[in-house]
């Protein structure tokens, strides 16, 4: 089956492990411990002991406290970034196991943190440098000279020469 939180594949086998283990916890303490979860992805420290007095009814040992964490924090900014809604977030985690008030607390924390979330996503997100121009002149020996100007990921202009010979622009040409 697939998922539009798991950005449209199949849910990963150690996350619906982890359904069960969520599902032993009460649906106001997943809320908090979601809560944990999301300031520590918005740059707060995780309090783990926090997160462990809050799955201590559930009696997980602390491995599986841990992996509970990741699985929070994986469908979290999965959902997130695959710009999932509330309600269709709710139900694909309650088709992958997780009871109805845990799926409701989780979202209820996800919605009110969407914004957040996505701003961190994308200020973490692979960035690269605009191009502003090319200049190529004939240098020595045939080879061309070739300038770059462009802007870098943190918006300072940069200038780079390299020289390639008539072949390697031949070749350069051919890969694109």
Same mark, same amino acid.
């Given at each position: 089956?697939?998922?539009?939180?798991?950005?449209?594949?199949?849910?990963?086998?150690?996350?619906?492990?982890?359904?069960?283990?969520?599902?032993?916890?009460?649906?106001?303490?997943?809320?908090?411990?979601?809560?944990?979860?999301?300031?520590?992805?918005?740059?707060?420290?995780?309090?783990?002991?926090?997160?462990?007095?809050?799955?201590?009814? &559930?009696?997980?040992?602390?491995?599986?406290?841990?992996?509970?964490?990741?699985? +929070? @924090?994986?469908? =979290? /900014? !999965?959902?997130?970034?695959?710009?999932?809604?509330?309600?269709?977030?709710?139900?694909?985690?309650?088709?992958?196991?997780?009871?109805?008030?845990? &799926?409701?607390?989780?979202?209820?924390?996800?919605?009110?943190?969407?914004?957040? +979330? @996505?701003?961190? =996503? /994308? !200020?973490?997100?692979?960035?690269?440098?605009?191009?502003?121009?090319?200049?190529?002149?004939?240098?020595?020996?045939?080879?061309?000279?070739?300038?770059?100007?462009?802007?870098?990921?943190?918006?300072?202009?940069?200038?780079?020469?390299? @020289?390639?010979?008539?072949?390697?622009?031949?070749?350069?040409?051919?890969?694109?």
């Amino acid at each position: 089956m697939k998922f539009k939180f798991c950005g449209g594949g199949d849910c990963p086998e150690w996350l619906l492990v982890q359904i069960n283990a969520l599902s032993r916890m009460t649906s106001i303490k997943m809320k908090l411990l979601a809560q944990c979860t999301v300031n520590s992805l918005l740059g707060e420290p995780f309090n783990f002991e926090k997160a462990k007095e809050l799955m201590a009814d &559930a009696k997980l040992d602390v491995e599986n406290c841990k992996a509970c964490v990741a699985a +929070i @924090t994986y469908i =979290l /900014k !999965n959902a997130a970034c695959h710009a999932v809604s509330q309600n269709y977030l709710s139900n694909e985690l309650q088709q992958i196991g997780l009871p109805r008030e845990h &799926a409701s607390a989780l979202c209820r924390v996800y919605l009110d943190n969407l914004s957040q +979330i @996505t701003k961190v =996503l /994308k !200020n973490e997100s692979l960035q690269i440098g605009r191009l502003n121009d090319v200049d190529i002149s004939k240098g020595n020996d045939g080879e061309y000279v070739i300038k770059l100007n462009y802007n870098n990921t943190s918006k300072i202009m940069e200038e780079n020469k390299f @020289t390639l010979t008539k072949e390697q622009i031949q070749l350069l040409i051919a890969g694109m």
